[in-house]
């Protein structure tokens, strides 16, 4: 079973494998990190920025706003989440181990590249999280590092809640590099991997796709519209869920 401390020591191993290859320079002081950081929340008012509590255990950041995201005040969030178990425990459930997966994932990406290059990447995690209100919200955790103008190297997160019309469709991991321009890496979904169609279930999702109708959709297939209604049913039970909205975003 994964749980939220599986999780952290997942987290805490990535991290330690690039404390072992990024050395940060020290020679700034608090006051230019938060600088650094303000500015960085002036740019996105609409994300909470938090800084990673175990590559920066002397020093802990978590903007004002993040109370119209998680619902809790940043008093509560500095005691609290700053235990990066804590903060795991409250992903939803089912979204864990596919969590963990994406985690493995960066882990063995970060194995293969340069480390001089690891400040250039931006991974984006899409997620459910339990709010103060008790309801799991769809969220984009954007990981990145700035710099500051004193060279100080801060790892940090960008967390935003997705518009209740953006329908969660699975954990997901994307990588970026930014060099002249953003450039995507990876890109992982564990559902879409887990939930990989048959035959007959790419061609019938290919055609839900273009809008046809089950009746066209039969006549396509060269079979009866109960079949088309049938497949479909299993289809629902198969992937766990309860429409075909729901099923694009599974399969997809």
Known sequence: MITGATLAKQAISILGYLNNNILPSENTGQDDILKALY??????????????????????YISDNCELIFGYSPQYMGEHFKTIANYFSEVHEADMGDLKDCMNVFESFLQHEQPEDYHTFRTILHYRFLNAAGKYIYLQDEKATLITEGGKMINF??????????????????????????????????????????????????????GLTTKEIAWQLSISHNTVRNIKSKMFEKYSVNNVVELLNMTG
């Open 157 to 210: 997160s960008l967390i935003r809640v997705m518009p209740d019309e953006a329908v969660f469709s699975g954990v997901k991991i994307e990588i970026y590099k930014l060099g002249n321009r953003l450039e995507k890496m990876l890109e992982h979904k564990p559902s879409a991997v887990r939930n990989k169609l048959s035959k007959r279930e790419n061609d019938l999702v290919g055609l839900i796709k273009k």
């Open 39 to 60: 500015s960085m929340h002036k740019l996105y008012p609409a994300c909470a920025v938090i800084t990673c509590p175990v590559q920066h255990n002397n020093f802990f």
